[in-house]
């Protein structure tokens, strides 16, 4: 089984640029999830998708991201204007419907904003 | 405000001993228990799973839960140096709408192992 697929691995971007991270999940897995992860903390999630429905957005700061799920399988997360304190190295994660048996997360992105 | 707590550590065994990570968190009843590893520059890895009060084992890793205390902890046997890494606890809270199909996770522990 092929697992979850995040591109690009780097990115390293100037304050006030935008950018964009996709994700492909493991096949027929419902749930994504994007989660970011600042350095010495645990992940935080920022968005979940049923499908392609937003099931919580909560903590997405939605002035400056951005996340769709086209067809209910690939992803993309946008961020933009981008500010310093949004370095971090972002995860992406797929479940079947219940979590109940934990997620699979993909290799992530990791960006330098500068 | 859903919270699990680990501490930061690091925390140092020698080769050969036991290795004992704590979680606590705060949501009464949460149904679902993860263990999950990140070595340095990785994206984490689950590694155990609990869901009743007990023991769980798998090869050298316990992981222990106990509801009434919201405690979570895993053991490590036989530490070895390929074991140093960062270990995060994840909790699946009770279902309550959108938060339902979703893991928390606490900050992590460093765990080293010294030859």
């Known amino acids: 089984e092929a697992g979850v697929a995040q591109s690009p691995r780097y990115k390293i971007i100037e304050k006030r640029q935008s950018v964009a991270f996709w994700c492909n999940p493991i096949s027929g897995h419902a749930t994504l999830y994007w989660y970011q992860q600042i350095l010495g903390q645990g992940p935080k999630l920022l968005i979940q998708?049923?499908?392609?429905?937003?099931?919580?957005d909560s903590q997405l700061p939605k002035d400056r991201f951005s996340a769709e799920r086209l067809k209910g399988v690939d992803s993309t997360l946008k961020i933009q204007p981008a500010k310093l304190e949004d370095s971090a190295v972002y995860l992406c994660?797929?479940?079947?419907?219940?979590?109940?048996?934990?997620?699979?997360f993909g290799s992530g992105t990791r960006l330098t904003v500068v | 405000q859903k919270e699990v707590e680990q501490n930061s550590g690091p925390l140092s065994v020698p080769e050969g001993a036991i290795a004992s990570l704590n979680c606590t968190y705060s949501d009464r009843g949460s149904q679902s228990f993860f263990w999950y590893r990140q070595y340095s520059g990785k994206s984490p890895e689950l590694i155990m799973s609990?869901?009743?009060?007990g023991d769980k084992e798998d090869g050298r890793f316990t992981a222990q839960l106990n509801k009434a205390s919201q405690y979570v902890s895993l053991l490590i046997r036989d530490s070895q140096p390929s074991d140093s890494a960062t270990y995060l606890c994840a909790v699946n809270p009770p279902y309550s709408g959108a938060g339902s199909y979703q893991l928390t996770f606490g900050k992590g522990t460093k765990l080293s192992v010294i030859p």
């Open positions: 609990i869901y009743s009060n």
């Open positions: 998708f049923q499908n392609n429905g937003v099931v919580d």
């Open positions: 994660a797929s479940s079947p419907t219940r979590v109940s048996y934990g997620y699979t």
